[in-house]
DNA sequence: CCCTGTGGCAAACAGTTGTTTACTGAATTC
DNA sequence: GAATTCAGTAAACAACTGTTTGCCACAGGG
């Protein structure tokens, strides 16, 4: 009768999906003060109070776990831009909007939002590529809300996709600048970003129109 | 009488420093494909060909070698930025100039500058710390050039600073996108990155103009 | 020329690591 | 209700880690 598994799954199954989660959040726990490559198997299976080998029952190594923890941390981003996006407001709202979104992703999600910006260029290959991977499909995504827009009339796709990327950066940058921040020094870093979108905002304006 | 030393420096100092400086440069290499909180000093000593207690010699542990490592790796950044800021042409040349600069830079170095992508979020406070401070010191050299154009005449200081602080993210970011790209998509890179410079400078003239 | 400072060495230390093995006991299947 | 599946266990493995110790060879100043 546990309400958070479906009444579907075996208990079996559910119990399985439970330890694997609570390897994933001690991993990211862990995660908050050293970087995925010096992370160890026993390390994880010690916090969760499991035995190191039944980490092979969830993943190959750690790398695979890994991955995991990206679809996990990129997931919530996700959702956050995608509600961005499907607003329709003027410019200037949508900026204090976005600013004000990306902070309140750092605060409610601090770990995962560090493992992505540790890890992004991390020791890991396959995590590595992970995280492009998604960060990719991100840029795909803003560049479509941003060709719906009528600013970008006569637009090349390659010229939305650059701007879309642009934004994407700063994102990222954004929300890893917020990461370490006190609460007076993110006051200053939620209005650098503003400031910052506003002028890539007047630069779109004048694009090919000057 | 070796020509790359002092002839004021002993034959014992000079030695001490090679030793030293093989130390970060086979540190470097294995950094290429691991992050520095999971490389061990025996790896280190062992590529150089010394026994493992001559590394205390040198350093206290792998997070000193890492600061040292950072101030080789942005004290070359920091002479070819200075170079591009020192030239005075027009806008569209200098994006040129700036995108070409980095873009040798990473051909030329391209351990140091993985490195420093690597490590400016990694898992090792001190390095981040050090990353953290030279990056702040690269954006005031670029805030003083700035405000030095006409361009920004009338730009409080606080503006001129956020744009700075945008020109050193967007380098940051295009010298990581250099470091995994093959020869084709390197020219895609390059070409993103002088768009996105010339919106930006775009909306730059546009400031409190509009 | 001898004395001293010191960079590097060899060896030993207690811990820790990832991985394999054979196992147990409970949930599932028939 | 018996048979099977399989998540988790305990123990052992060789390999490795950072750090300390006492020692040596030798450059440099007196």
């Known amino acids: 009768m546990n309400s958070s598994t479906r009444a579907t799954l075996g208990v079996r199954q559910a119990q399985k999906l439970k330890t694997r989660q609570a390897l994933l959040d001690a991993a990211l726990k862990l995660l908050e003060e050293q970087s995925l490559s010096s992370l160890g198997l026993r390390?994880?299976?010690?916090?969760?109070?499991?035995?190191?080998?039944?980490?092979?029952?969830?993943?190959?190594?750690?790398?695979?776990?890994?991955?995991?923890?990206?679809?996990?941390?990129?997931?919530?981003?996700?959702?956050?831009?995608?509600?961005?996006?499907?607003?329709?407001?003027?410019?200037?709202?949508?900026?204090?909007?976005?600013?004000?979104?990306?902070?309140?992703?750092?605060?409610?999600?601090p770990a995962h939002v560090r493992f992505v910006a540790r890890e992004r260029h991390g020791g890991v290959r396959a995590v590595r590529e992970a995280i492009a991977a998604e960060l990719a499909r991100f840029g795909d995504e803003v560049a479509d809300a941003l060709a719906a827009q009528e600013v970008s009339r006569g637009w090349s796709a390659e010229d939305v996709r650059m701007l879309a990327g642009l934004y994407v950066d700063h994102l990222v940058m954004t929300a890893s600048a917020f990461l370490e921040a006190s609460a007076d020094e993110q006051r200053v870093i939620a209005d650098t970003a503003r400031r910052q979108l506003r002028l890539i905002s007047l630069g779109r304006r004048h694009w090919r129109a000057a």
Chains 1, 2 share one sequence.
Do not use: K, N, W
């Open 43 to 109: 390390e994880v299976t010690r916090v969760v109070g499991v035995a190191p080998a039944a980490f092979y029952r969830h993943f190959r190594d750690m790398a695979e776990l890994g991955v995991a923890l990206v679809e996990e941390s990129l997931g919530s981003l996700h959702v956050m831009i995608r509600a961005v996006l499907a607003e329709q407001q003027e410019a200037e709202e949508v900026i204090d909007r976005s600013v004000e979104a990306v902070a309140e992703h750092v605060r409610r999600h």
